[in-house]
C-alpha cells in the first residue's frame, strides 16, 4: 500500500477524531490570545497521540509546537484557532487547525516517509499577529516547508495577501457642558471626524489596491459632554511592505490633521508588527493541486468574478513565507453569498460542505508533504 494510501486510510479510519476538532473549536470560539480551551484541546489531542509538545511556544500562552519523528525532512502543518469578536468563527479557523492536525495525523500514519511532521499552533492571526512573534523566537527555524489551507467561499490556489499594518488611535481632548460651556471644550470624537474625511479625500489619490479601514471604538459617554477621549482601530493595506511603508505616512497624516483641526493630542498604537504580503512556492503548490484535483477539485477553475477576492485578505503567514517555502490555498466551503467575516460565513463552517472542504484540505496537505519527501 502507498503511503497517500496509507495515510487517507488512516483519516478514513479517524474521521471523528479530526471533524470533532472542528465542531468542538466551532462551538467554542475565542479571540486573539485568549485562545485558552482550544489550545488545551489541540495540545492534549497531539499529546496524546505521540507528539512531543511545547505548551509555551515562543514564550506565549496559546502557542504550541508539536514534533513527531526524526526524519531529515522538516514539514510544518500550520494552525490558527483565533475568532473574531462578535462573528464566532467566520474565518473558519475551526478548519484551518482541523485540517492541519488531521494532515500531521495522516503523514504519521503513513509509515517512515523520512519526514519529521510538526503543528505549529499559532495564536491572534486576525490582528495579533501571533506567527511574527513566533517567527522571531525561532519556531519556523530549520523547517522545509510550511503548509495550511484556509475556507473561503470558493476554491483559490494563489494566496495573495496585502501587507497590513494594525493601528491603534487615541485622541486626546477636554470635556466641557455641550450647552452651556461648549467653548471651554476639545473634542476629540470631532478628531477622528475630520481625519476620516482627509483619508476620504486621499483615497482618489492612492493605488487601487490599498485599503484603509477602520472602526471607532469609543467616542463619548453622553451628548451633553464634549467627549475628552477618543479611540479607534485602524488597518491600512497595500501590494508591498515597502508600498506600505510610504502610505502609512499618508495616513498618519490625515490623522494629524484631525487633531491639529480639533486642538487634540494624538497618539498612534502598533497593535501587531506589519503582516508581510505572501510568497509562494510554486513548486508546493502544484503539489497540491494536482493532489486536490485527484480528490475532484479543480483549484483552477474560473470562479464567478469577485468571488475569490478573500485570496488577497491579509495573514501573518505572509511573514513565514517570507523566510520558508509556504503555501496557503484557500478551499471553498459553498458560502456563497455569504462570504468571511459575516455571521452567514460562520454558520457555513460546519456542516457538510464544510466537512467536505476539511477532508479534502487534511488529504491534500498531507499528500503534498508525502509527494515532497518522495523526491
Known amino acids: ?29 475565542e479571540i486573539a490570545w485568549q485562545e485558552v480551551r482550544a489550545h488545551r484541546m489541540l495540545t492534549d489531542l497531539l499529546d496524546g497521540q505521540g507528539f512531543s509538545v511545547d505548551r509555551r511556544a515562543a514564550g506565549l500562552e496559546t502557542a504550541f509546537h508539536a514534533r513527531a519523528g526524526d526524519g531529515p ?27 492541519a492536525v488531521g494532515a500531521a495525523l495522516m503523514v504519521r500514519a503513513a509509515g517512515d516517509t523520512g519526514i519529521t511532521v510538526h503543528v505549529i499552533g499559532t495564536p491572534a492571526e486576525e490582528g495579533g499577529g501571533g506567527k511574527i512573534g513566533m517567527l522571531e523566537a525561532g519556531e519556523f527555524d530549520g523547517l522545509d516547508a510550511a503548509l495550511m489551507m484556509h475556507p473561503g467561499p470558493v476554491d483559490a490556489p494563489r494566496a495573495e495577501p496585502l501587507a497590513v499594518a494594525h493601528w491603534r488611535v487615541s485622541y486626546r481632548g477636554v470635556s466641557a457642558h455641550a450647552g452651556a460651556y461648549p467653548h471651554l471644550g476639545v473634542n476629540a470624537a470631532d478628531a477622528f471626524t475630520v481625519a476620516q474625511v482627509a483619508i476620504g479625500l486621499l483615497r482618489q489619490q492612492l493605488p487601487s489596491t490599498t485599503r484603509v479601514h477602520g472602526v471607532v471604538t469609543d467616542a463619548g459617554t453622553a451628548p451633553n459632554a ?13 501590494r508591498t511592505l515597502a508600498e506600505l511603508a510610504g502610505i502609512e505616512r499618508r495616513i498618519r497624516d490625515c490623522f ?18 506589519p503582516y508581510a504580503e505572501f510568497r509562494t512556492d510554486e513548486d508546493l503548490l502544484d503539489l497540491f493541486i494536482a493532489n486536490a484535483a485527484e480528490l475532484g477539485r479543480d483549484m483552477l477553475a474560473e470562479p464567478a468574478e469577485g468571488a475569490a477576492a478573500m485570496r488577497t485578505a491579509s495573514t501573518d503567514m505572509g511573514n513565514v513565507s517570507q523566510v520558508v517555502r509556504a503555501i496557503h490555498p484557500y478551499l471553498g466551503i459553498g458560502s456563497l453569498p455569504a462570504v468571511n467575516h459575516q455571521r452567514e460565513f460562520a454558520d457555513a463552517a460546519v456542516g457538510p460542505q464544510a466537512e467536505a472542504a476539511l477532508r479534502d484540505g487534511a488529504t491534500a496537505l498531507a499528500w503534498t508533504a508525502l509527494d515532497l519527501a518522495g523526491r
Open 73 to 99: 525532512l522538516h514539514i510544518a502543518f500550520i494552525a490558527e484557532y483565533d475568532a473574531l469578536p462578535g462573528l464566532g468563527h467566520a474565518c473558519g479557523h475551526n478548519l484551518i487547525a482541523a485540517s
Open 226 to 238: 464634549i467627549p475628552d477621549s477618543a479611540t479607534g482601530r485602524w488597518y491600512v493595506r497595500a
Open 256 to 273: 494629524a490633521a484631525g487633531a491639529l483641526g480639533t486642538g487634540c493630542e494624538l497618539e498612534i498604537e502598533l497593535e501587531s508588527p
Open 1 to 29: 500500500m502507498t503511503s497517500k494510501a496509507l495515510a487517507q486510510g488512516y483519516l478514513t479510519r479517524n474521521w471523528e477524531l479530526v471533524r470533532g476538532i472542528s465542531t468542538r473549536l466551532h462551538a467554542d470560539p
